[in-house]
């Protein structure tokens, strides 16, 4: 997530002339200097007391004149750290507002979390118009922003693009024909990311080998776990580095995802010239308009997927046309927009200091 996410920010700050330094809670990006478990997860719990207790003694040595925390969950000890040793401008950067996906005690906590993750900071950023809507439900008292049209960092648009591609040799690679329908599901294997449900289109609507789907992150034994069996005109590639290319020898994103922030698997796919079939909710609704640039399922029902998908196959002159406006709307995201608007919010923040 850091180094996807939190890098570009860095170097861009950076090229700026801040002194910036990023500190990660489970995995180090190439830009991190310093690793503390101050995750609010199963596995750090035990150890939270010493992480808070780090943090701290790090705030007192740095002496920052901002502190920028990201995430819902890992951002409730080093935004409390801050407020404790009185740094003055204190930045909450949501990248999604998680609670939106659960029920129960789960969905309860999650909103504790935001609130208090908006309480302790002095500015509220996050990455789409409708996670200002759902933090806004949080409480009335909360006032998000975004960073110009939103998202975490923006988009590289020239590593997303389907003419860079133009002579790869993945189809042949992984045996699918130029008449293959190939279908992409771009995430984690979990219920919350919809994996199940994509997996139960194919199993139950696209039976047909012409229409193949493609799991980039997803193995045969995630598939197992929901399924008797793989299907035969399911790909599983496991975890793959190479989304791009991927997307680029695709015909279709499907995304029936239960909530997202921003999704950047939808904006990955609108600038690589691959039509969005996704579920009709926050932080998709903000970037696909129905009929537009992509497509909208109301009620996330796997038979309106399957419908689309035929559709796009047989409506050359519509497609041509989504797929055009998709690409305006990923080129609104670009990463060499986003960041200069980034910096001048950086420059107000710390001019008021």
């Not at 503390?36 to 992480?51: E, G, H, K, Q, V």
């Not at 969950?73 to 404790?84: E, G, N, T, Y």
């Not at 009620?299 to 047989?314: F, G, R």
Request: proline residues 4%; contains cysteine.
């Amino acid at each position: 997530m850091a180094a996807l996410f939190i890098d570009p920010l860095i170097e861009g700050e950076r090229s700026h002339g801040y002194t910036s330094e990023l500190i990660t809670s489970t995995r180090k990006s190439k830009l991190s200097e310093v690793e503390i478990a101050y995750d609010l997860s199963i596995r750090n719990l035990f150890f939270l007391p010493f992480a808070f207790f780090q943090i701290c003694m790090l705030i007192k040595a740095r002496k920052p004149d901002v502190l920028i925390s990201h995430n819902t969950k890992s951002s409730p000890l080093p935004l409390l750290a801050a407020w404790l040793m009185r740094v003055k401008v204190r930045v909450y950067f949501n990248h999604g507002v998680p609670y939106v996906g659960y029920a129960g005690v789960m969905r309860w906590i999650l909103r504790f979390f935001e609130r208090l993750n908006c309480f302790l900071a002095t500015r509220i950023l996050t990455v789409s118009s409708d996670m200002v809507k759902l933090l806004k439900h949080v409480s009335d008292q909360i006032q998000p922003a975004t960073i110009l049209n939103g998202s975490a960092c923006g988009l590289d648009i020239d590593t997303y693009n389907r003419e860079r591609y133009k002579d790869s040799i993945w189809r042949t690679e992984n045996r699918i024909s130029e008449d293959d329908v190939v279908v992409a599901f771009v995430g984690r294997p979990e219920r919350r990311k919809g994996f199940e449900r994509a997996l139960h289109v194919w199993a139950n609507y696209l039976k047909d080998p012409k229409y193949k789907l493609v799991l980039c992150g997803a193995t045969p034994a995630d598939v197992s776990r929901f399924l008797p069996r793989v299907p035969d005109n399911v790909i599983c590639l496991g975890f793959v580095s190479n989304i791009p290319e991927i997307l680029s020898n695709s015909d279709i994103l499907i995304m029936p995802s239960l909530h997202e922030g921003l999704s950047y698997a939808v904006l990955e796919a609108m600038a690589c010239g691959c039509v969005v079939i996704a579920n009709d909710i926050e932080g998709i609704r903000s970037l696909v308009l129905d009929g537009q640039n992509g497509y909208l399922v109301k009620n996330n029902a796997l038979s309106t997927y399957a419908d689309l998908i035929q559709v796009v196959t047989t409506e050359e002159y519509n497609v041509s046309n989504i797929k055009r406006q998709a690409t305006i709307t990923a080129e609104m995201f670009s990463r060499k927009l986003f960041i200069p608007a980034y910096l001048s919010f950086l420059n107000d923040i710390a001019r008021k200091a």
